[in-house]
Nanobody, 115 residues
Framework: QVQLVESGGGLVQAGGSRRLTCAARRRSITSGVSGWYRQAPGNQRELVASITADGRTNYADSVKGRFTISRDNAENTLSLQMNSLKPEDSAVYYC?????????WGQGTQVTVSS
């Protein structure tokens, strides 16, 4: 069974930085599309950033220039570097993997940005 395990969430002040990491188990993340989504209370889950197998990235307009998605193929991990954080970035962040046989989600990690 594919497992995606996120880490790195927590409380951070506005303007600060945080790095999220997703470790994939029992499946390589080098194929398909990997990404980060987030969901704030009362809101729908939304795409934050994604990266394809050949390294093409895509970002939500709200995080462009502040967040960077990356993948470490050797470690089989996906990361999200978040800089210049804003209170509106507060949400549960989920790791996502879309491959030939389905879509997989992590359990989520909470990021709270205080003003």
């Amino acid at each position: 069974q594919v497992q995606l395990v996120e880490s790195g969430g927590g409380l951070v002040q506005a303007g600060g930085s945080r790095r999220l990491t997703c470790a994939a188990r029992r499946r390589s993340i080098t194929s398909g599309v990997s990404g980060w989504y987030r969901q704030a209370p009362g809101n729908q889950r939304e795409l934050v950033a994604s990266i394809t197998a050949d390294g093409r990235t895509n970002y939500a307009d709200s995080v462009k220039g502040r967040f960077t998605i990356s993948r470490d193929n050797a470690e089989n991990t996906l990361s999200l570097q978040m800089n210049s954080l804003k209170p509106e970035d507060s949400a549960v962040y989920y790791c996502n993997l879309r491959q030939w046989d389905g879509v997989y989600w992590g359990q989520g990690t909470q990021v709270t940005v205080s003003s």
